[in-house]
T-cell receptor, first 115, second 112 residues
Framework: DTGVSQNPRHKITKRGQNVTFRCDPI?????LYWYRQTLGQGPEFLTY????????KSRLLSDRFSAERPKGSFSTLEIQRTEQGDSAMYLC?????????????FGEGSRLTVL | DQQVKQNSPSLSVQEGRISILNCDYT??????FLWYKKYPAEGPTFLIS?????DKNEDGRFTVFLNKSAKHLSLHIVPSQPGDSAVYFC???????????FGKGTRLSVIA
């Protein structure tokens, strides 16, 4: 399967703990995006990378959130000192830059539940 | 501020009939509009797109119409099939370096 892969698929944690999600994009895609989706909402943009450079961050990405893409391949999204409001589906997507018309390829998501 | 709005949370249609999903936007700088479909426990998948310089794009049973003066687009599915039952998201972007902005989605149920 050469699609976007996200791990873990589900994570339950206690408030105050740190969690990390991993995303492996489609191999030839140089752009990687993180979105968050809560119940009844559409995906909300968090941040994106072009190769290893983080080009844009949403104001939703508080200082407890950090994302990296160290070698321009996989990416991690870490949430420190989790809060109940962080409970959501975290979606990763990738795309090519050349000829980009907006189509993103999404993974299945990582669902976070903060107790 | 919701730049992309899908005002109908749900829609129910009989199999074989036309499904029409609507989307309104506020940002006149948007240059590409896309529709994504999402099944439960899966990520959204791209369905169809339209450039702001066009007013219609068709792909099989799916057609997207864009009315720039009204800042409105719609997705037509005809004929609707039970497998089309999913949540449909409207999305838009302004320029190749900006992330997609999504609406809240419309849940389509196609009844056999």
């Amino acid at each position: 399967d050469t699609g976007v892969s996200q791990n873990p698929r589900h994570k339950i944690t206690k408030r105050g703990q740190n969690v990390t999600f991993r995303c492996d994009p489609i191999s030839e895609h140089n752009r990687l995006y993180w979105y968050r989706q809560t119940l009844g909402q559409g995906p909300e943009f968090l941040t994106y990378f072009q190769n290893e450079a983080q080009l844009e961050k949403s104001r939703l990405l508080s200082d407890r959130f950090s994302a990296e893409r160290p070698k321009g391949s996989f990416s991690t999204l870490e949430i420190q000192r989790t809060e109940q409001g962080d409970s959501a589906m975290y979606l990763c997507a990738s795309s090519l830059v050349a000829g980009f018309t907006g189509e993103l390829f999404f993974g299945e998501g990582s669902r976070l539940t903060v107790l | 501020d919701q730049q992309v709005k899908q005002n109908s949370p749900s829609l129910s249609v009989q199999e074989g009939r036309i499904s029409i999903l609507n989307c309104d936007y506020t940002n006149s700088m948007f240059d590409y509009f896309l529709w994504y479909k999402k099944y439960p426990a899966e990520g959204p998948t791209f369905l169809i797109s339209i450039s702001s310089i066009k007013d219609k794009n068709e792909d099989g049973r799916f057609t997207v119409f864009l009315n720039k003066s009204a800042k409105h687009l719609s997705l037509h599915i005809v004929p609707s099939q039970p497998g089309d039952s999913a949540v449909y998201f409207c999305a838009a972007r302004y320029g190749g370096n900006t992330p997609l902005v999504f609406g809240k989605g419309t849940r389509l149920s196609v009844i056999a």
